[in-house]
Every structure is written in structure tokens, then in C-alpha cells.
């Protein structure tokens, strides 16, 4: 039993919240282990990325608990926030920063040692293919790249929560597949939130699903279990969403 | 952290040349202005001599050069402080800043610091260009700090409410006209104030400034400057931990 509370990485329980009267999310419990990649599915509109942004503290939840690594984020948000790694749909790029500066203010504003900080970018630049682009500037970048900064600036202090809104939106398809894998290289040692609308992505890397439709968790189960019963994970979200 | 905030913020400053042609125009207007009142005292010197206990160069010349940098910076503030926070969310760059162990006090006050080192600068030049004149005669150092001081709080003002006013908008554009037209109305207010010569003065920034330009390190003034600047510093934490909780 302890074992099993140790490697919960991330626990949210009935997450609420309102805009005005419009209800956005509605008791939507998250919780994951560490090792483990969850995909988040769900038509536009169902609440994904009002709920990641709950779960990185960009958004005050209106009710329900929120604990990272057994922090609670609501009360201790800044050492909570500490293990956490966050890539909104929107990269957060300073576009007239080049790629060192950009990722060494990330590390800064995640504590990372003065010392270890070179040893940190030149690692997180070699896993997520940067190693050349060091010197340009930001803006100078494909989409592609600056989505893997995006990634790199989630994942450089090595957290034990990775949180990636619709990272692979808008790549061909060779930079999907190479992206797929580094998720799956961070699923390993930390746990991960994916958020995506392409069904084969979660197939070929989430060992998770959870499916929302308007505000709430409608389908939450294993690709293991789901194997098992020979559905397939297209089935069952048309059948749940529409 | 804050400090991180601080050299982020002089970091994107310098990368773009605007920060780099105001400090040469300023620096190029308020030497015109010295040159001028240099001359001027020049010219009236031999009648000065005249009179007793006439005002010495440091009145004649610098107290003049301070007022005009305090107008000028009035002009200036809102183009950098337009986008300390309109263009972050412009761009999507603040969910990086919120999602990163740092609070929200820690931000803002990181981006008001940020921008009083740019002004720090400003006003070293400043000091600079006056301390020049130490070759021509003597020079009154306590009328000098007494204008560093007030000219100092008053940019640190400006800021302030540039700093508040640009995080009510996501176009920097509109912050720097918002600004600029707050600005602008504190010096009206001055205006009318110098005329009624009643309560109204107490309010305005720049009659408080005044102050110092003439030498008076006033209580009353330090106060109020210190009690402007911590109310929009305040208003802007609570606007962005409201949009978090609200928005």
C-alpha cells in the first residue's frame, strides 16, 4: 500500500470550474503513477485544456484538490509547480530569444543549480534534436522546432509531471513520429499528460485513456484492458461523444 | 527568482534597438538642453557677479536639465513598459512565467525592477553629464542627490502605472496609449494644481517632484511616491491572480 502511494505522482479530485454560468469542467478526478503516459481524448470544447491548465496552476480550479508529488498545488503552489513541466497548445516561445537563452531562463525560473545548468541544456538539447540550433533565434524557427523547444522547456528539470497540450499539432510526420518516441522515453521515469485529437498517437504511445465529452470523464481504462475486450479505441469515442 | 525575472526582463530590453535609440535621444536632448543653459549662464555670468549671494551653476544649469529628463521620461515610460505584460500574453509567453515556480509577486515586481535598472541608466547619464561641469567651478552635491532622488521615484511612478495599465490589456499598443494618456493627465492635474494652490498639488506627481528639483527632500513627498508606486505594483499582482481565479 505505501508502495503503491509512493509512486503517485500526480492526484486531482473532483475538479471543478466555472466561467460565469457556463460550466467548463465538471468533477474530472486525475490520477497518475509514475511510469505512466495517460492520453487525454475528447471533442474540441470537452474541458482538456481548461483541465491542464488547472493542473499546472494557470487556472484556479472553482472546487476539488489538486496534489503533485503529495504537495497540494492550491496551498504550496510554487513547491508544487517544482515538479512540474507544462507545454500549452501554444508554445510559450520569446520569439527574439535564441534556443540557449530561451531554455537557460527555463532552467533559471526551475532552480536549477548554477553549476549543473550547462551540463542540463546540452542534455535536454540532445534529446529533444537541438543539438545545431543552439544559436538561432527562436522566431527563425520551423514549427517544428519550436515545438521541440516547447518540449525541451517543459522537460528540463527533469519533472516528475509532464503536461503537453496537443503536442504534435501542426508536424509532418516524420517530426510526429520522432516526438512520439521522446514521449515515450519520458513516460519512463516521470508520468505523462497527453493531450491530442489523433487517435492512433495515444494507441501507439499512451498506456492510459480517458475520454471527455462536455466538462466530464466519460471512458477511463487501460490500452491493456481495452486489448482485452477487442474494441477499438475509435469505436468507443464516437459512441461516447456523439 | 526575482533576480532571474530582472535579467529576463534586461535581456528582451536590449535585444531590440528601441531601448538602445531612446537612451541616445535622450541622452541627445537633454545635452541640447545643458548646452543651452550653459550658454545661457554664460551669457548673464557678469551680471551675476554682481548681485549677493547669487544662485550658483548647479540652480542655473542642472535643476533645469532634471526637469526637462522628468517630462521627457513622462513621454518615454509607457513605450517600455507597454509590453511588459500586454505583449507576454500577446504572445502566450506568461502561461511560461505562471506555470514555473515563481508567484506572481515575484513577477511583477521582477518586471517593475527590470525596468528601473533601464532607468537607472538613464538617470546615471544624467548624473554623469551634470558632474561634467565640475571642471568649470564648484558644484552643489546636495541639490545633484536631492534631483537623482526625486527624479528616481517619479520614473519608478511612471513605471508603476505603466506596469498596472499593461496588464488590463493584451495589446501593448493600446497600454502605451492608456499610459501615456494617464500620464499625461497627472501633469494636467499639475497644472490645475499650480493654479488653485490648494489640496489638488498633494495629488500631483510631478508638483511633488518639484520638490526636489528645487533641493527640498520632503517626507510628505517620499510617501506619496512610495504609496503610488506599491498601490499599482499591488493592483497588479491582484489583476493577474484574479485572472487566474476568474478568467
Known amino acids: ?242 | 527568482m526575482i533576480v532571474t525575472i530582472i535579467r529576463k526582463e534586461l535581456s528582451m530590453l536590449f535585444i531590440s534597438p528601441l531601448a538602445w535609440i531612446l537612451l541616445a535621444l535622450i541622452q541627445l536632448i537633454l545635452t541640447w538642453v545643458f548646452l543651452v543653459r550653459l550658454d545661457a549662464f554664460l551669457e548673464i555670468q557678469s551680471q551675476l557677479m554682481q548681485i549677493a549671494n547669487p544662485p550658483g551653476i548647479t540652480e542655473i544649469i542642472i535643476s533645469p536639465v532634471f526637469a526637462m529628463a522628468a517630462i521627457i521620461l513622462l513621454m518615454v515610460t509607457p513605450l517600455l513598459s507597454m509590453r511588459l505584460l500586454a505583449e507576454e500574453r500577446r504572445n502566450h509567453t506568461l502561461t511560461l512565467l505562471i506555470s514555473a515556480p515563481v508567484s506572481m509577486a515575484d513577477i511583477v515586481i521582477g518586471k517593475f525592477l527590470g525596468l528601473m535598472v533601464f532607468f537607472l541608466a538613464v538617470i546615471a547619464l544624467i548624473v554623469a553629464l551634470s558632474i561634467s561641469l565640475r571642471l568649470g567651478g564648484a558644484l552643489d552635491f546636495g541639490l545633484i542627490l536631492s534631483n537623482t532622488l526625486g527624479l528616481f521615484l517619479v520614473t519608478a511612478c511612471f513605471s508603476a502605472l505603466g506596469l498596472y495599465i499593461s496588464s488590463l490589456t493584451a495589446q501593448p499598443i493600446i497600454a502605451a496609449i492608456g499610459t501615456l494618456g494617464a500620464l499625461l493627465g497627472l501633469w494636467m492635474f499639475n497644472l490645475a494644481a499650480s493654479e488653485t494652490d490648494g489640496w489638488l498639488q498633494y495629488f500631483s506627481l510631478l508638483k511633488h517632484f518639484e520638490q526636489f528639483n528645487q533641493g527640498l527632500i520632503d517626507t510628505l513627498s517620499i510617501a506619496y511616491f512610495i504609496l503610488f508606486i506599491v498601490t499599482f505594483l499591488v493592483l497588479t499582482i491582484r489583476r493577474l491572480d484574479g485572472e487566474r481565479l476568474h478568467g
Open chain 1, 1 to 242: 500500500m505505501t508502495n503503491e502511494m509512493a509512486t503517485l505522482t500526480l492526484s486531482a479530485q473532483n475538479l471543478c470550474r466555472n466561467y460565469g454560468h457556463h460550466t467548463a469542467v465538471q468533477n474530472v478526478s486525475v490520477e497518475l503513477r509514475r511510469g505512466e503516459v495517460l492520453g487525454l481524448l475528447g471533442p474540441n470544447g470537452a474541458g482538456k485544456t481548461t483541465t491542464m491548465r488547472m493542473l499546472t496552476g494557470n487556472l484556479a480550479p472553482s472546487a476539488g484538490s489538486i496534489e503533485i508529488c503529495g504537495i497540494d498545488l492550491l496551498d504550496k503552489p510554487r513547491e508544487a509547480k517544482l515538479h512540474l513541466g507544462f507545454l500549452p497548445e501554444i508554445p510559450p516561445l520569446y520569439h527574439d530569444m535564441t534556443v540557449d537563452e530561451y531554455l537557460l531562463l527555463a532552467a533559471r525560473l526551475h532552480r536549477i543549480n548554477k553549476h549543473t545548468l550547462q551540463s542540463v541544456l546540452d542534455n535536454v538539447k540532445q534529446r529533444c534534436g537541438l543539438e545545431v540550433q543552439g544559436r538561432h533565434v527562436i522566431g527563425t524557427l520551423s514549427k517544428g522546432f519550436q515545438q521541440r523547444v516547447g518540449i525541451a522547456q517543459a522537460i528540463i528539470h527533469s519533472p516528475d509531471v509532464i503536461i503537453l497540450d496537443e503536442p504534435t499539432v501542426g508536424l509532418d510526420p516524420n517530426q510526429m513520429r520522432e516526438i512520439r518516441s521522446l514521449i515515450r522515453d519520458l513516460g519512463v521515469s516521470s508520468s505523462v499528460i497527453l493531450s491530442t485529437h489523433i487517435l492512433s498517437e495515444v494507441e501507439s504511445v499512451c498506456d492510459r485513456v480517458q475520454i471527455m465529452h462536455k466538462g466530464r470523464v466519460v471512458f477511463d481504462q487501460t490500452m491493456a484492458e481495452l486489448q482485452q475486450q477487442g474494441t477499438s479505441l475509435e469505436a468507443v469515442f464516437t459512441q461516447l461523444t456523439q
